[in-house]
């Protein structure tokens, strides 16, 4: 071969491997990416969220019917049609799963091994044992944890400024649960620092509420505050009922919870949440895997107070906490 030919020998494999990315980029270009969301509730429940993520797909370049599609499967609060839903979403061959909490990505885990898993808002995402660590997850479930135990010292802290002289104050957790275990711990650290006694509330199951709810009266509590977990999320009806008929001050970590008429909410945002599941998704699909995307934890808060409900309790809201305040509901 003589030197000009080599030359056109390495102009030609040059060119060539340039090629390589556009061509393809091009063959991905035309691809309808699949997004199956597995939601554990209702789609009118999930409205703001969902809309925060799709939301964070659209700043990403993501466009629904463009490169991207959604299925969505709802259990409606049904948990153990989980699987059977997550079978669906794998049956139909989507690129990633998407849920919410606890339930739902442990259904989707549960039915596959392959299909990338991203969750949103899981409470402790190791012990549950959908995750190896936070930093390397390992197998095909990543996302945002809902873990910061340290948040009821907050909690604890605005109870105080809203109840001044307050002594004891009823936690109402489960037991059953591994991550309420870590917040207890917190909880009692604080509870030393501020001065406060704390009082049990424990619950395993539905049938646990009543008996919690009489031992706050017995032992003459004068705040409530909530550990959040899927099954005291499901209750907050009877929760807020309990709080409204005996006028106990109370704090919870969801937003549902003051939506529904609760007092007061501090706790992870979770529409911020969703609008970052979607860089998950984002990078999944762009060949990352899940095992290598580290799990990451809240990073925004919000405060939220119901002046409608304060009335009812005839409670008056410190100018701290409503200056401090992110939303103030008053209608």
Excluded: C
């Amino acid at each position: 071969m003589t030197s000009l030919d080599r030359r056109r020998f390495l102009l030609i494999s040059v060119e060539s491997l340039l090629a390589l990315p556009l061509v393809a980029h091009a063959q991905q270009a035309g691809k309808l990416w699949r997004i199956g969301y597995l939601g554990e509730g209702s789609a009118a429940r999930a409205g703001p969220y969902l809309e925060a993520f799709r939301q964070g797909l659209h700043d990403l370049g993501w466009v629904e019917g463009q490169n991207i599609a959604i299925e969505y499967r709802w259990a409606e609060g049904r948990l153990a049609s989980l699987i059977d839903l997550a079978a669906e979403l794998v049956r139909l061959d989507v690129d990633v799963i998407v849920s919410a909490g606890k339930p739902g990505p442990m259904a989707a885990r549960y039915v596959t091994r392959t299909t990338p898993i991203v969750m949103v808002a899981t409470d402790d995402p190791v012990a549950s044992g959908l995750a190896a660590s936070l930093t390397r997850p390992g197998g095909n479930v990543t996302g945002l944890s809902l873990m910061v135990p340290e948040l009821i010292g907050t909690q604890l802290q605005l109870l105080e400024q809203m109840v001044p002289g307050l002594v004891r104050v009823g936690v109402l957790w489960n037991s059953h649960s591994l991550y309420p275990r870590l917040v207890m711990r917190e909880a009692q650290r604080a509870a030393l620092r501020l001065g406060v006694q704390l009082e049990s509330l424990e619950v395993r199951g539905p049938e646990d509420f009543e008996r919690a709810f009489e031992a706050a009266m017995l032992k003459q509590v004068g705040a409530l505050v909530t550990v959040e977990d899927p099954l005291i999320v499901r209750h907050r009806a009877r929760i807020i009922d309990f709080a409204a008929q005996s006028r106990l001050p109370a704090i919870y970590g969801v937003r549902e919870f003051v939506d529904a008429g609760g007092l007061m909410m501090y706790g992870a945002g979770h529409r911020d949440l969703f609008r970052r599941a979607a860089s998950y998704v984002d990078r999944i699909l762009k060949g990352v895997r899940p095992a290598d995307l580290p799990i990451e934890q809240p990073a925004k808060f919000e405060l939220v107070v119901n002046l409608r409900t304060a009335r009812a309790l005839r409670l008056t809201i410190p100018p701290s906490i409503l200056a401090r305040a992110d939303q103030v509901i008053d209608q």
